[in-house]
């Protein structure tokens, strides 16, 4: 038998330190962590720290410090309470107890979250969806007609553009001042506008000799040859020589 044999080695289920320990020996009371005993309590991890040196085994420096800070609260519980010392024994016990439920409280949560559905392991995402592939095939059906259009759509976007402007019948400025001085000279009352456009004037000649007409009126008038006068917008416009 070798010196290892006779070494006892224990797993405390993830035990982490002191306050670990004393959390489950206060749940081997069976009563809400509000209303352990902590003198009970004390008792108990004193106990277990003595048959765990009996059994030799190798403890922690923090297990043998909570054993000799538990010693002291239990004996600052059993004897009068001393005025000057600060904090009290009770007030000890009490955050011991409030430690005690934060860390239930951590274990507790934590069990709830691995205790929750994995992804991979009890639940999967969906498969992304495979993509369908097109297969196109060209088919193509013309006949000569359709054959003749596309060749001529073709040939007219290749083929040089003219454009051609076609001329139409207007009276220019200068022919419409000529006209306006010619006529002006022979009037000596009032006389509208249209009477001084050519005879048989229409379409669209006659409106351009209207528009010249116009503006040689104007010219005539910023000369000081003519006199203008209108009743009211878009009423007739008359003119007549100056004096």
Not at 38 to 49: C, D, G, K, N, S
Not at 117 to 132: K, N, Q, S, T
Not at 199 to 211: E, H, I, M, P, Y
Request: glycine share 4%; proline share 4%.
């Amino acid at each position: 038998m070798t010196e290892d044999d006779d070494i006892l080695k224990l797993d405390l289920e993830g035990w982490e330190g002191p306050l670990d320990l004393l959390l489950a020996l206060a749940r081997s009371q069976k009563v809400d962590l509000k209303q352990i005993s902590i003198l009970a309590l004390v008792e108990q991890y004193l106990v277990f720290i003595e048959q765990a040196r009996s059994l030799r085994l190798e403890l922690a420096a923090d297990y043998l410090v909570m054993a000799a800070w538990l010693a002291y609260l239990k004996s600052g519980l059993l004897l009068p309470r001393d005025p000057e010392v600060e904090p009290s024994p009770e007030e000890l016990a009490l955050r011991l107890q409030l430690r005690l439920e934060r860390l239930n409280a951590m274990r507790e949560a934590g069990a709830r979250l691995m205790a929750r559905d994995r992804l991979g392991r009890d639940v999967f995402r969906r498969a992304a969806p495979e993509g369908l592939r097109t297969v196109r095939k060209a088919r193509w059906t013309a006949e000569i007609y359709d054959l003749i259009a596309a060749y001529g759509r073709i040939s007219a976007r290749t083929r040089p553009v003219m454009h051609v402007v076609h001329d139409r019948q207007v009276m220019t400025l200068e022919a419409a001042i000529e006209r306006v001085s010619a006529l002006i000279g022979s009037t000596i009352e009032w006389a509208s506008i249209e009477r001084f456009l050519p005879d048989g004037a229409s379409g669209t000649f006659r409106k351009s000799a209207l528009a010249s007409s116009f503006l040689a009126a104007l010219e005539l008038a910023r000369q000081g040859r003519v006199e203008l006068a209108q009743k009211s917008p878009f009423a007739p416009l008359y003119l007549r020589a100056l004096a």
